[in-house]
């Protein structure tokens, strides 16, 4: 089972890079499960997404045994960290998350200012994210991906989340 | 079976009230069960039904009561606070025998408690909520595609009744979303709203009881001219001071439910062919539960496992059966310890009936779940 | 014309209520006026609350729904909305209206749902004993006001003004004949009609108050309310103590079932 954990604060976009996530892995013929946790902030604040997915029923619907934890703002990284272990990866956005931690397996990007540099706008930088946890996890192939973000947003923007798609899929070996 | 989807356990639970014919919504926005109101304000005008936003809790349940009065199939959905709010009307649709169907997506409480956090501490008002004396039934699903299910249930069993049917959803499967095939509206099997059976020339009375103790009162405008009220009432429906009639809808109340109780009763066994230890769960909980019992049977344990999904009226046949044939039986829980009491009082001490609570907002973890079976094995094989 | 007196439940007579209660003749009041409109009685609900005044419901032959205390509206709202061809009106009493059941007033009001609202207006909870309601004047007694009231009461037409009711008239059980006619024009206004009746409760509240027998309090009545023209032209100093009766506010607002038929449209439901 392929047990990953998206966070950042609300706003991001994380709740929705970890449904179409799941919607991917459905594309797939998998089971998933995407579950969330929140404040009361609806901009702001800390949120994760947790995705799971597995070619069986998942019965305990949340993470358990984290292996990629993605964290896209400091708060994030240290509020939703707390049960790494010495094999989980630990994604992070380099320029949000000064102090990243939990593990030695660690990939920095800049994943917001790839966003504003290539696409003009912060608002990319989940799926950018997204491209990128498809790239380290291989729990989706990068062509589902590609058709279950493209289900997702709007029509008028398809184009630029699949160029996000793609500069988060090879900001990383 | 229509095409995999992923869905959140709300959304399925509101589609499936209107797969078995709801027509009709209003309630008031509460977290964590707003989408099943803004599920129902989207999709009920695309089948000519209605959505109305009430002024608060309680206006959300009068409003669905006076639509099912005037005929609409008609649910509501709030979470703890509501639900204390709604209280009061949902034992007057119990004793003016209105079908209605209540959500409650539960949440931490008391009183506001944590809003976004889940909870299964409404097991017990479920069951008492209201002033008075009425039976309830109340179905807490596991799963999302369970949650369309029970929607469906709840809906037929609120028609078939006549009598409020609660679902105890929790925040865990409400807010999850997961993998779903949905059946297609041939394959959904729909009670419809029961009818009078005779015209006002032969003598019809709106509250006298059929054969199955319920009662055929009559949709408003369709020429019957009937009261309702929340008064004790006798079979015409009018007001009864008479302590006779007064005991006489008190059990019957109770026995339209109490004869139908096996037939209602759902659950799933699961892993309990030799197992010396049961572990009984229901909602989000039961989900978790699986997963420790599936590890300790691996494990070489016997372990197996109740799946509650009628929570009221209680399953008493299936936990004293069950009580006789293990050793111990394991209750993990979101609250400080509700559902076991009942659990304990069947099994009259054939069983040692072991509490797991938990109520610091978080979910169980498998590990917590069987750490506890393990304990529980080890003191029932002294 | 239909005879008003068959609509009533005559075997659910005599009522409940005391010997001089103003309560029966806001009663036959709507019954007249609904025999005026000749109204389908199949196709009329008739809501209550709790209290002296909600009794009335059960009086009535037609499809009637005698609900829990202060929740009428929410009810008939339902079930306007649910089968909008009926004619909803409902009866409530001072503290089912304006106490437990305000928060819905002012919102059924502010929707303008087509119900027509009939406050039966005595100034105190009669059937529990004669305890002060938000309608009871300052300086009256009640069993909870033993030392009279000092809390302010509402002015219902005005609240019912200020939330958006696109009909508002007052009358009183004095004004037995023209009160028929207030009623009737709320029943035809499409939205959300009220009409306050002033009665006497010479059991609960006059005794108590030493206003004297049921007649002296309609005498009272009779001289408080008075056309609405007539009041505008006294000084503040002469109105005070006198209440303006008749139609008081009309408006034109869209109707709440109408327009939602219309989201059903644009939903395509209307095909469903």
């Known amino acids: 089972m392929k047990e990953i954990r998206l966070s950042g604060s609300g706003g991001q976009g994380l709740i929705t890079a970890g449904i179409i996530l799941a919607e991917a892995a459905i594309m797939e013929g998998k089971q998933a499960i995407q579950s969330q946790s929140y404040g009361p902030e609806a901009r702001g604040g800390s949120s994760k997404a947790e995705v799971l997915i597995d070619d069986k029923f998942i019965y305990h619907p949340k993470v358990v045994n984290p292996q990629i934890f993605l964290a896209m703002t400091q708060q994030a990284m240290d509020k939703y960290s707390h049960d790494l272990t010495p094999d989980s990866i630990v994604i992070v956005d380099e320029d949000l998350v ?35 946890l498809v790239k380290v996890t291989g729990a989706v192939s990068f062509e589902t991906i590609q058709k279950a973000v493209a289900k997702r947003v709007p ?19 | 079976m229509s095409e995999a989807r992923l869905m959140q356990g709300n959304e399925a639970c509101a589609e499936g009230a209107v797969a078995a014919g709801v027509r009709f919504f209003g309630g008031y926005p509460i977290t964590p069960s707003t989408e099943i109101a803004e599920y129902m304000a989207v999709n009920l005008p695309k089948v000519g039904g209605t959505f109305i936003q009430m002024e608060d809790e309680i206006a959300g349940i009068g409003v669905v009561l006076g639509a099912s009065l005037a005929g609409k199939k008609a ?26 169907v209540i959500v409650n997506v539960q949440r931490m409480g008391p009183s506001t408690g944590q809003p976004t956090s889940p909870a299964q501490a409404d097991i017990m008002q479920a069951r008492w909520g209201t002033h008075g004396d009425h039976p309830m039934i109340a179905l807490s699903p596991w799963t999302v595609r369970e949650s369309f299910d029970v929607a469906i249930k709840a809906v037929n069993y609120a028609e078939r009744f006549r009598t409020p049917v609660i679902i105890l959803l929790d925040e865990v499967v409400g807010h999850m979303r997961e993998r779903v095939e949905l059946p297609q509206a041939h394959e959904i099997e729909i009670y419809p709203r029961r009818v009078p059976d005779k015209t006002k020339a032969q003598g019809y009375k709106p509250y006298t009881p059929m054969e199955d103790l319920v009662p055929n009162p009559a949709d408003f405008g369709t020429g019957y001219r009937i009261h309702c ?5 006798d079979e015409t429906g009018f007001p009864s001071g008479s302590p006779s009639i007064t005991e006489q809808t008190i059990e019957r109340l109770h026995e339209k439910i109490a004869r139908v109780q096996e037939e209602i009763t759902h659950y799933d066994e699961f892993f309990m062919d030799d197992a010396e230890i049961a572990v009984v769960a229901f909602g989000g909980t039961a989900r978790t539960a699986y997963a420790a019992v599936e590890a300790a049977r691996s494990a070489g344990r016997k372990v197996g496992m109740i799946r509650i999904m009628t929570i009221w009226p209680f399953a008493d046949s299936v936990m004293r059966n069950l009580a006789k044939r293990v050793k111990g039986i394991l209750v993990p829980e979101m609250n400080y310890g509700q559902y076991v009491y009942e659990v304990e009082r069947a099994a009259a001490g054939q069983a040692k009936v072991v509490s797991l609570p938990k109520y610091n907002s978080e979910v169980f973890t498998p590990d917590e779940i069987g750490q506890a079976i393990e304990e529980l094995a080890a003191e029932v094989a002294e | 014309m ?20 103003g309560h029966g003749i806001a009663m036959k009041a709507l019954a007249k006026a609904i025999a005026k409109l000749d109204l389908d009685q199949d196709k009329t609900v008739i809501v209550s609350g709790i209290g002296c005044s909600s009794r009335a419901s059960g009086y009535m032959d037609f499809d009637t729904l005698h609900t829990a205390h202060g929740r009428a509206l929410p009810f008939a709202t339902g079930i306007k909305l649910a089968n909008p061809e009926l004619n909803v009106i409902v009866i409530t009493g001072d503290g ?5 059941g305000g928060n819905h007033f002012i919102h059924a009001a502010r929707r303008n749902i087509d119900l027509t609202v009939l406050l039966f207006n005595n100034n105190i909870y009669g059937m529990t004993g004669g305890q002060a309601s938000p309608l009871t004047p300052v300086d009256k007694k009640a069993t909870t006001a033993p030392y009279g009231t000092f809390d302010r009461p509402f002015n219902p037409c005005e609240v019912a003004k200020t939330a958006g009711a696109t009909y508002i008239a007052r009358g009183t059980a004095f004004h037995a004949a023209p009160l028929v006619d207030l009623i009737a024009q709320g029943i035809q206004n499409k939205g959300f009609s009220f009409v306050e009746t002033l009665v006497q409760c010479p059991t609960s509240y006059g005794r108590r108050n030493k206003m004297g027998s049921a007649a002296a309090m309609l005498k009272d009545m009779s001289e408080t309310v008075i056309p609405l023209a007539a009041y505008n032209k006294l000084s503040p100093e002469e109105r005070n103590g006198k209440l303006p009766g008749g139609v008081l506010h009309t408006d034109i607002f869209p109707e709440y079932a109408a327009e939602y038929a219309k989201i059903i449209t644009r939903a395509g439901g209307d095909k469903a």
């Open chain 1, 155 to 173: 029509p008028a923007t398809v184009a630029k989340n699949m160029e996000a798609l793609r500069i988060g899929y090879e900001s990383v070996q």
């Open chain 1, 98 to 132: 000064p102090r990243p931690h939990g593990s030695q397996h660690m990939i920095k990007v800049p994943i917001t200012r790839l966003s504003v540099e290539h696409l003009g706008r912060d608002l990319f930088a989940n799926i950018i994210a997204l491209g990128l």
């Open chain 2, 229 to 233: 009220t929340g008064l004790v009432h």
């Open chain 3, 96 to 100: 089912d209206c304006m106490a437990i």
């Open chain 2, 75 to 100: 649910l509501t959905a709030t979470s703890g606070p509501g639900f204390s709010l709604k209280q009061e009307l949902i034992g007057y649709a119990a004793i003016a025998e209105i079908p209605v």
């Open chain 3, 2 to 21: 239909k005879d008003y007196e068959s609509l009533f439940r005559t075997n659910r007579l005599p009522h409940i209520w005391c010997p001089g209660c």
